[in-house]
């Protein structure tokens, strides 16, 4: 029989774990908590487990674990593969429960790499957000290359045979935009989605070394959208509002309308599309 003790060491190797994924940037996993955190306890206390360690993370770290969405699996402009999918979480990740007001006040400071990354990020997903919310591989390609990815997305090794003499070719520039886009959807910053046919490709801008890549690669028939990690860090309004800074515009009522026009939503002032 289990008992609150039990639980209570359970939920405490939950926690450590939780902010251990956080800390490596990885999602917390449903098979990982069931096997060496939960080990001797039965599936049902599963719930009882979560919710004390959520408690502990909010208490001691003003943290808690939200669930990520599920990944699309959609063949493009199209929903019925996810017509069956499930709706229970498998993954999470962590998130501050505190007020903006608060983190404001706080002044908190991040990592140099967590800050480089996520500014990458932040480009890279509000390229995609004004652009309906997909872009086919050949355009992300041209915008990274353009944006030039931060160091610490690519292995030590792989960083340095980026450039020769200190300056970089176009085949290091090609191999580090699809080095970077392949960071961002290990990481659950971008869903892959296969075109539904070749025709349906944009093809804007595409240079032949990109789309000989692309081919080469096959991704020649693949978009990218927003993946689960986007949709929990960034809301909507906070992207609105990071567009307006980035492009030196003030975020007014008509620049929101426009920018939910550019992404196919209503952005209300809560950050939630209508």
Not at 101 to 120: C, N, Q, T, W, Y
Not at 236 to 253: K, L, W
Request: proline letters at 4%; a negative charge.
């Amino acid at each position: 029989m289990e008992g609150d003790s039990e639980k209570e060491r359970a939920a405490v190797n939950l926690s450590r774990y939780a902010l251990a994924c956080h800390a490596s940037g990885k999602p917390i996993k449903r098979e990982d908590i069931r096997g060496p955190v939960m080990a001797g306890l039965n599936s049902r206390s599963f719930r009882p487990v979560f919710d004390l360690a959520n408690a502990f993370l909010e208490e001691d770290f003003a943290l808690k674990m939200v669930s990520l969405p599920q990944h699309e699996k959609k063949a493009a402009r199209s929903d019925s593969a996810n017509a069956n999918a499930s709706k229970t979480a498998n993954r999470w990740v962590l998130q501050s429960v505190l007020p903006d007001e608060a983190r404001e006040r706080l002044d908190m400071v991040l990592a140099k790499d967590e800050k480089s990354i996520l500014g990458f990020a932040a480009m890279v997903l509000s390229l995609i957000f004004v652009n309906n919310m997909s872009i086919s591989h050949e355009q992300l390609v041209l915008y990274v290359r353009k944006l030039g990815p931060p160091a610490c997305v690519f292995p030590a090794g792989e960083a340095r045979d980026m450039s020769v003499a200190g300056v970089a070719t176009d085949v290091h520039l090609e191999s580090a935009a699809h080095a970077a886009i392949a960071y961002l959807a290990r990481h659950s910053y971008l869903d892959k989605i296969a075109l539904s046919s070749a025709n349906d490709r944009q093809g804007f801008g595409e240079t032949q070394a990109t789309q000989q890549t692309a081919d080469a690669e096959g991704e020649s028939g693949v978009e990218y959208t927003w993946g689960p990690q986007a949709k929990v860090k960034f809301e909507m309004m906070d992207m609105a509002r990071f567009i307006a800074a980035v492009s030196g515009q003030e975020c007014t009522p008509d620049f929101i309308k426009a920018v939910g026009r550019a992404c196919g939503q209503n952005i209300s002032a809560t950050g939630a599309a209508e």
